[in-house]
């Protein structure tokens, strides 16, 4: 989008939660030598977004219902009696869709990975940052329910400004503590709601009913979970996105003429000015100018501070704030919507609707591809995994038959939902394998271990070193092989 200079660049003063003092008036050039948080001395400076109404917000509010349901929900979600999703990073074990995946699966989370960031990739290319403004777990939080709460404790912008300016006194005193204490419990649910997904539900409700004594790691867990949605929510709000997420900044090398954004269109909003009653509009399009009546409304509701009209920003989180604000100016002028739309640099300048590029293409592809090696992965995983290394330390030993003996480790795991017993065959070369403990019993979604000697015929040996391959089994049919070497005697 073009970069014009304008008074808009500078909109509405902005103060910070103990500034009673007057307000700073900011006056500085080109906006892109400053971010809206800050000052010229780089101290923050506190945004006051008014409450957005319209479409896009109430759509938003619905999609939010339902994924605060999906969020909160999701650790008492079991599937086969696995958690939905759950990332257990202390055991080691994580379940996707009630499907249970061990560290020995480190490929198919690599080009899981892989295909949930090309997918944004494609996404970001095409529609610009729709995850940002819609589905981000950060914004959804911030703006529909942290911010709906603020605007209903304290008032919209103009009474919460006019709250931090006042001196403390019992309504302050009141409503700053009923927000922070909210604040507090709500971010004290949603750190237990983390600490579900990464050790399950089960786990956390017996560290809540337990003696505290018994489970003071995972106590720890939950305060300084809590301290850091609260210190998100209450008071870093917005610089999550604009200094912490490096999303923004890597939607320079995604966004292109053809992407659709939150968009300003220049070509009907230019020359902008105020509108007066007595001028007819047609007057006013004959005198050069355009729609924009450099109301700021586009501005004051942006939570993250920014002038759309200056172009598409990396501060942008396409929370569609500004399509409202504007679409309701636009009504009362009696103007049609659309002054600031989803459109892309194409479609305001030449009037083209999304085309499919060569690179959406390319991206594609790639898509394509890792979702088919994704499916392959999983389609052709084994049941069992298993390894089978020599024991630390152990040496060749000579049996009473004459044997030369190898002892190693084996660790098994299985990643079915039922139990399996397995069986060991020495195939190559020919000799004896013996099981240390009886029988291999797997137990669901478990390892067992087991301990594993191998005999075998001097004559059936290589001098030092010999490749063995042994067969593992299960039901009757081999569903793995192992290869390793057998140390013996040299000749």
């Not at 605060?68 to 086969?80: E, Q, S, T, Y």
């Not at 996707?96 to 990739?121: E, K, S, T």
């Not at 090398?253 to 020359?271: P, Q, W």
């Amino acid at each position: 989008m073009p970069q014009e200079k304008s008074a808009g660049a500078n909109p509405l003063p902005k103060t910070s939660p103990g500034d009673r003092g007057p307000v700073r008036q900011v006056d500085w050039g080109d906006f892109r030598d400053h971010i809206a948080t800050a000052d010229k001395e780089g101290r923050r400076q506190w945004l006051y977004p008014t409450r957005p109404r319209g479409r896009y917000y109430q759509r938003r509010t619905w999609l939010t219902w339902v994924l605060l349901a999906v969020m909160f929900g999701g650790p008492f979600i079991k599937i086969n009696g696995n958690p939905l999703l759950m990332i257990n990073v202390v055991e080691r074990r994580f379940s996707v869709l009630g499907v249970i995946f061990w560290p020995q699966d480190n490929l198919v989370f690599a080009l899981g990975f892989l295909l949930f960031l090309m997918g944004i990739a494609v996404f970001t290319a095409a529609f610009g940052r729709l995850w940002c403004g819609w589905t981000c777990p950060q914004t959804v939080l911030m703006e529909m329910v942290f911010r709906k709460l603020e605007y209903a404790i304290e008032g919209d912008a103009a009474a919460q400004k006019a709250l931090n300016r006042a001196p403390w006194g019992a309504s302050k005193i009141m409503k700053k503590g009923a927000k922070h204490l909210i604040f507090f419990g709500l971010s004290f649910i949603i750190g237990n709601t983390l600490l579900a997904y990464i050790i399950g539900w089960d786990a956390l409700k017996v560290i809540i009913t337990d003696d505290p004594r018994l489970h003071l790691a995972g106590l720890s867990f939950m305060f300084l979970f809590t301290l850091i949605f609260y210190g998100i929510f209450a008071r870093f709000r917005e610089q999550a996105c604009t200094f912490i997420c490096p999303y923004g900044r890597f939607q320079s090398t995604l966004l292109d003429e053809n992407s659709i954004v939150v968009a300003y269109d220049h070509r009907r909003g230019e020359k902008r000015g105020r509108a007066s009653r007595q001028e007819p509009w047609s007057q006013r399009q004959n005198r050069g100018g355009g729609d924009c009546i450099d109301c700021f409304r586009c501005v004051s509701v942006c939570p993250t501070g920014i002038d759309i009209r200056n172009g598409t920003q990396m501060e942008c989180v396409a929370c569609t704030a500004c399509i409202d604000a504007c679409d309701s100016v636009m009504d009362k002028i009696k103007r049609p919507r659309g002054l600031i739309r989803y459109a892309s640099l194409n479609g305001i300048e030449k009037g083209e609707v999304l085309r499919i590029t060569p690179r959406i293409i390319g991206y594609c592809t790639i898509l394509v591809l890792l979702g088919v090696g994704l499916v392959t992965l999983l389609a052709t995983r084994s049941d069992v995994d298993a390894s089978f290394l020599r024991a630390p330390g152990a040496l060749f030993q000579q049996t009473a038959e004459g044997r030369v003996s190898n002892l190693y480790l084996l660790k098994l795991t299985n990643k079915t939902h039922h139990k399996k017993e397995v069986e060991l065959k020495l195939e190559i070369p020919e000799g004896r394998l013996s099981v240390l403990g009886g029988e291999l019993e797997l137990p669901p979604e478990n390892q067992t271990s087991a301990s594993v000697l191998v005999e075998i015929a001097p004559a059936n040996l290589n001098s030092g070193t010999t490749p063995i391959r042994i067969g593992l089994y299960s039901e009757g049919k081999r569903i793995d092989t192992i290869k390793t070497i057998f140390i013996g005697p040299r000749r």
